[in-house]
């Protein structure tokens, strides 16, 4: 069975120490609760990831958050025509940090094959996103590689990312306070 | 089976519109008449009053864009006569200046959002309407996207640039 490793730090006799960085990094890799935003085919793909089948639950996503307030990842799955991106936008908005967003499929990753004058080219142009993850639509297996480089994320990040400069230049450039 | 045919139709049209009606054709076995914009809702009503006839379904109404035409934009209607089992295409031609034409909203309770759609995606101007806004693009675009003039790609769009494909 596989288990979430222990942490660097020094053991002894009954205690075990190590540093905040690292438990709240593990405590929040296996306890991330995705928002779906499922528009289209990708939704699909990821309802089956949510079956028993492939189990996301393995992950510690076992619960969704149809609320933006209470979601750590944001799961943008299917087109984003330009009338929904203020809902996207508002969505993230919502979200409380630490946030992440994953851009599902080739659709909210890049507009897909829609390349027209009512379908957003990619929600990288509202939001900023933290994974892509390719397909048309992606297999759960890749949906399930994507959520786990986030996993990977949420453990080596500072624990307050929002207040690294870097992080303030990305928000700023996308004008989200 | 159709209770009517193609031709009795459009002799009832010939006699009641004379040379209003311009032109007709049978794509398919569908009779299409073109008939001057003027008389639209004269030719709806008369066809949804008179009881041989009763074109009483409005099956769509949409927008054509043939820029080489004298009069380029079109505006389409489809009618159906549930009691004859009879269907007919009617298409009336506008300048694409300023285009307007009287709205069947009053008439065919469906053609309220079908003529907003029009609007919406041609820039026909439907005088009459109730609340003549767009209803399936964003409130703030600026053109009209399925006329021919406006390109249909989206220019935010960087991965098609020809230097990536060699050309």
Not at chain 2, 13 to 34: A, N, R
Not at chain 2, 65 to 73: G, N, R, V
Request: hydrophobic share 40%.
């Amino acid at each position: 069975m596989k288990t979430v490793k222990a942490p660097i730090g020094v053991e002894g006799p009954g205690f075990f120490a190590t540093s905040f960085d690292e438990v709240i990094g593990i405590a929040r890799a296996n306890s991330l609760w995705p928002l779906p935003f499922a528009t289209s085919c990708c939704g699909i793909e990821f309802m089956a990831t949510m079956g028993s089948h492939y189990d996301f639950g393995r992950f510690g996503a076992e619960r969704l958050s149809f609320s933006p307030r209470q979601a750590d990842v944001l799961m943008v799955m299917g087109t984003i025509a330009k009338k929904m991106a203020p809902v996207v936008r508002q969505v993230y908005e919502q979200m409380a940090e630490p946030r992440w967003v994953m851009a599902v499929g080739a659709c909210a990753s890049s507009g897909g094959i829609f390349d027209t004058y009512s379908v957003l080219q990619g929600i990288d142009e509202i939001v900023p996103v933290d994974i892509y993850v390719p397909g048309c639509p992606p297999r759960p297996e890749q949906i399930i590689d994507g959520f786990m480089q986030i996993q990977e994320m949420a453990k080596n990040e500072s624990l307050r990312r929002r207040e690294t400069e870097e992080y303030k230049k990305l928000l700023a450039k996308y004008e989200i306070v | 089976m159709t209770k009517i045919s193609n031709n009795f139709l459009l002799e009832q049209l010939q006699s009641k519109f004379g040379d209003k009606i311009l032109s007709y054709d049978e794509p398919h076995g569908m009779l299409t008449v073109v008939a001057d914009p003027s008389i639209n809702i004269e030719i709806l009503e008369f066809l949804f009053q008179e009881p041989q006839l009763q074109y009483q379904f409005l099956t769509d109404v949409c927008g054509i864009h043939y820029p080489d035409q004298d009069l380029p934009l079109g505006v389409v209607y489809h009618l159906h006569s549930l009691a004859n089992n009879h269907r007919v295409r009617f298409k009336f031609f506008l300048p694409d200046h300023n285009p307007h034409i009287r709205t069947a909203s009053q008439l065919h309770a469906g053609a309220n959002w079908m003529e907003r759609e029009t609007f919406d995606f041609y820039g026909i101007i439907f005088d009459g309407h109730p609340n003549l806004k767009r209803i399936l693009n964003v409130d703030e675009m600026e053109v009209f996207p399925l006329r021919k003039e406006f390109p249909l790609e989206d220019p935010n769009r960087i991965d098609k640039q020809d230097k990536f494909f060699g050309r």
